[in-house]
């Protein structure tokens, strides 16, 4: 049996722990986890923009001592750009992973549930690198894992989101990766038109609050998101709530000393730059540990250690 990402409730609370340990000796200690992934293949598709979760992976997979990686960054250069179907596709490179000596899938797509269309048809792992405005579970990971890093713990937490809860996937797999843990409290900010979608708000296990009037400087965690653009059919209900949120000095001088600033980047004008040097504002290094966090994950899904 193949083990595929597709969404964080593939994994449970002993499976992400055990990542999460696994990310520590790889950060602390250099380690090297499991047999080697040498003489393997990666296949890297990526049919959406992407910065740090394809720089990460790459770098992951080279780290682990990788040999091969095939794909695409654009889906233009790619035979899909002359129709081939997402099926005939995850067909393809799941023959080039087999024959490049095994390995796994990493994808990317705009739609929702596409990711699970390429693990139906591929014979090797997939991991979701983001479904459109389904899901983000390796985000999640790294989210979490920052979270352990600096806080110690994954339980009895305050946290608030503030951004664009319906469009953000990365905020979605957050929710539910928590629904793991105990003692959860959320405090959710959004306008109006980008509240969580109802279906999904009946998923999740702890208590949801809405609005942060008040409640920041009792927040564990803030994180923020961008108003995903990409996601509008129309302009001019993203020019609506574009720019309606904005963390600042201001902001930051009503939050706890302790509290966490976090965010999936890419940002655009939701934090300002002032509050980079703020000590609590950990979004720089919640991207770093992209890495080791896939090393992790791909070592052990290939050592089927998961
Ligand atoms: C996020 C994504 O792609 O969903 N970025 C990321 O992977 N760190 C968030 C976003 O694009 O806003």
Redo the contacts with the bound molecule.
């Keep these: 049996m193949k083990r595929d990402l597709i969404s964080i409730e593939d994994l449970n609370r002993g499976q992400m722990e055990y990542l999460f340990r696994l990310t520590d000796e790889i950060q602390n200690y250099y380690i090297i986890p499991g047999e080697g992934v040498s003489f393997r293949t990666m296949a890297s598709l990526f049919f ?6 394809r720089e990460s992976f790459r770098v992951a997979w080279r780290n682990l001592g990788g040999s091969c990686l095939i794909g695409f960054d654009a889906a233009e250069i790619s035979s899909i750009a002359k129709g081939e179907s997402l099926a005939d596709t995850a067909r393809m490179y799941s023959k080039f992973v087999q024959q490049g000596g095994g390995g796994l899938i990493v994808v ?1 797509h705009p739609k929702t549930g596409s990711t699970e269309i390429v693990a139906e048809y591929a014979d090797v792992p997939v991991i979701n ?2 479904d459109g405005i389904g899901e ?1 579970p ?2 999640a990971l790294l989210d979490l894992y920052t979270i352990l890093q600096k806080k110690g713990r994954l339980d009895s937490l305050t946290i608030g989101i503030m951004g ?1 809860l319906k469009n ?3 905020v979605h797999s957050l929710m539910l990766a928590l629904n793991q843990f105990n003692d959860i409290e959320f405090f959710l900010d959004a306008p109006p038109i980008l509240w969580l979608d109802v279906e999904f708000l009946k998923r999740i296990k702890h208590k949801v609050h809405r609005g942060l009037t008040g409640v920041l400087p009792l927040l564990d965690v803030l994180y923020v ?2 108003v ?1 653009r990409e996601r509008f059919e129309h302009l001019e209900e993203y020019e609506s709530v574009k720019g309606s949120y904005k963390v600042d000095s201001e902001v930051m001088s009503q939050c706890g000393q302790e509290m966490l600033l976090m965010h ?4 655009v004008d939701e934090i300002t730059p002032e509050v980079d040097k703020d000590p609590r504002a950990v979004y720089f290094q919640q ?1 770093a540990n ?1 890495v080791p966090i896939r090393m992790a994950l791909i070592s052990a899904l290939l050592t089927k250690a998961l």
Aim: proline fraction near 12%.
């Design positions: 959406e923009p992407s910065t740090r979760t990317r690198a983001g983000h390796t985000q664009d953000g996937r990365t998101t961008r995903q999936p980047l890419p940002r991207f992209g």
